[in-house]
């Protein structure tokens, strides 16, 4: 999915239609980071003022949804399911070796709903159930 570079015009016309929705905030959030891939700090303020909530509730909603982002995405996301069930079968080794590879890369998640298949990875949205280094090395190419 391709996305357009911030701008306050561009996030405004995002946000207009959104006024007469209940409960904003979340949606308006998602419909920047739809656009732009990313929540910039600049349209933190500007949700608060487009729906008359303080900066601070936009802000709690922003860090509380951790699909949510506030800096553009990188080259490839590699989320590891760290929950209890693919711990038992392997994530934490598979974590240490995909972060020797790619570092900044990867990062913890919890359950991806895919607990018989552990350890679960999901690659730039695409969930690899008994994920391997090699699997994954595959998915990024």
Request: hydrophobic fraction near 50%; charged fraction near 20%; glycine fraction near 6%.
């Amino acid at each position: 999915m391709t996305h357009s570079p911030w701008s306050i015009d561009a996030a405004i016309a995002v946000l207009e239609p959104l006024r007469a929705e209940p409960g904003p905030v979340l949606i308006a959030l998602q419909a920047i980071s739809g656009e732009f891939g990313y929540v910039p700090s600049e349209a933190v303020a500007l949700i608060a003022n487009t729906f008359n909530v303080s900066r601070a509730d936009v802000h709690g909603v922003l860090t509380f949804y951790h699909d949510l982002r506030t800096t553009p995405a990188l080259a490839n996301e590699i989320k590891i399911c760290v929950a209890e069930a693919c711990q038992a079968v392997g994530s934490r080794d598979l974590e240490k070796v995909l972060k020797a590879t790619y570092a900044d890369q990867v990062c913890d998640a919890f359950c991806f709903g895919n607990c018989a298949l552990g350890p679960a990875v999901m690659v730039n949205g695409k969930l690899i159930g008994r994920a391997t280094p090699a699997m994954v090395a595959e998915e990024i190419k």
